[in-house]
Nanobody
């Protein structure tokens, strides 16, 4: 199993920036993709961005051009740089790690991001 610990959430004004980090520990050699989902109150959890072990990113349309995902395989850490934040970006952000051979997914505990108007 893999354990994921997120950091970097907080309160920011619209137009501001935040950087989220997620560090993986445990059987990290079993991880394939890593990334971020988010869940706003009374809404379903949605994909924000994913990145493969080789570094190819995938973004939700709503964050393209504003968010950048990156990964440091040596540190088993994935980052989400969020710029030009909007109130609609307010949500709990969850880090995920997908295992190789489609053997499931692990989640972090979540970190709150709040963007004020």
């Amino acid at each position: 199993q893999v354990q994921l610990v997120e950091s970097g959430g907080g309160l920011v004004q619209a137009g501001g920036s935040l950087r989220l980090s997620c560090a993986a520990s445990g059987r990290t050699f079993t991880i394939n993709d890593m990334g971020w989902f988010r869940q706003a109150p009374e809404k379903q959890r949605e994909l924000v961005a994913q990145i493969g072990r080789g570094g190819r990113p995938n973004y939700a349309e709503s964050v393209k051009g504003r968010f950048t995902i990156s990964r440091d395989n040596a540190k088993n850490t994935v980052y989400l740089q969020m710029n030009s934040l909007k109130p609609e970006d307010t949500a709990v952000y969850y880090c995920n790690a997908d295992y190789i051979n489609n053997n499931g997914r692990s989640w972090g505990q979540g970190t709150q991001v709040t963007v004020s108007p």
